[in-house]
């Protein structure tokens, strides 16, 4: 799928097939950049928090890391976040902690994940099984970067080739999502509803929208299909939020 976000898409969520009598021989390749920057969290138009992210690959290996600051750029909560997904996108290993000591990591058993817990540094950690496959995406709370990936994700599926262009079908995708802090999994539908136009800091820009899902939230999503598709604005209605990329 280099076709449709160049080296995003391509990068973490298409399979590179290799020879097992090559696998011996595989070289380092070098730590390609895929995205980077921070999204700006508003509520109510006030500036709260920023995280700042990056996304990198090696050797088919995708890395997303990213990290909370409040909104005068401190440190207070510590939250910081890093998720490895295979070639074929599915979870190597996801791991959060922030500086009060509390910790957590979800990693594949067997053919579910597993989700082990410290609350600080001297208890013994807790572990919890859920009945999710590897593919499952990670949508972790405060981490819109997550979303991101969704979207390269739910795009790669509905998204083709036509004629130089990149033509994509509005239809409807669902996924079985674990959200590591809250402990719990979740069904979350995502659907494409076509290009509008919005205005972000005084500019309109014209960008592909996303609706993205659950039992008890709605969040719209808007890409960039002239830059990889990067996600540039999310929008939670109900808590009178906008995420925008700075």
């Known amino acids: 799928m280099a076709f449709l976000l160049g080296c995003s898409l391509a990068a973490l969520i298409s399979a590179h097939a290799a020879d097992k009598k090559d696998k011996d021989k595989v070289k380092t390749e070098p730590q390609q950049a895929i995205d980077s920057g921070s999204f700006g969290v508003f509520i109510k138009g006030q500036r ?5 992210f990056r996304i990198d690959q090696q050797n088919g290996t995708s890395v997303i890391k990213s ?3 409040d909104a005068a750029g401190g440190d207070a909560s510590g ?12 979870l190597l290993r996801y791991e959060w902690s922030q500086a009060a000591g509390s910790s957590l990591s979800v990693f594949p058993d067997n053919d579910f994940l597993k989700e082990r817990i410290t609350t600080s540094a001297a208890s013994k950690p807790a572990e919890q099984a859920f009945l999710l496959p590897s593919s499952s995406p990670i949508l972790d709370n405060n981490f819109f970067v997550h979303r991101e990936v969704l979207a390269w994700k739910y795009l790669n599926g509905v998204c083709q ?25 979740m069904s979350v539908r995502m659907e494409l509803l076509g290009k509008e ?5 005084g500019t309109e ?14 969040w719209a999503l808007w890409v960039d299909d002239h830059d ?7 929008a939670i209605p109900a808590d009178s939020t906008i995420v925008d990329r700075d």
């Open 48 to 52: 709260v928090a920023t995280e700042t």
């Open 67 to 69: 990290q909370v600051t």
């Open 79 to 90: 939250e910081k976040s890093n998720l490895e997904l295979s070639p074929k996108g599915e």
């Open 161 to 185: 080739p036509s004629g130089g262009d990149t033509k994509c079908r509005q239809e409807a995708a669902d996924f079985g999502a674990l959200v590591p802090q809250e402990r719990s999994s």
């Open 197 to 201: 136009k919005i205005t972000i800091r």
């Open 205 to 218: 820009r014209e960008l592909m929208r996303l609706n993205l899902s659950g039992e008890n939230f709605q």
């Open 228 to 234: 990889h598709f990067k996600l540039i604005r999310v």
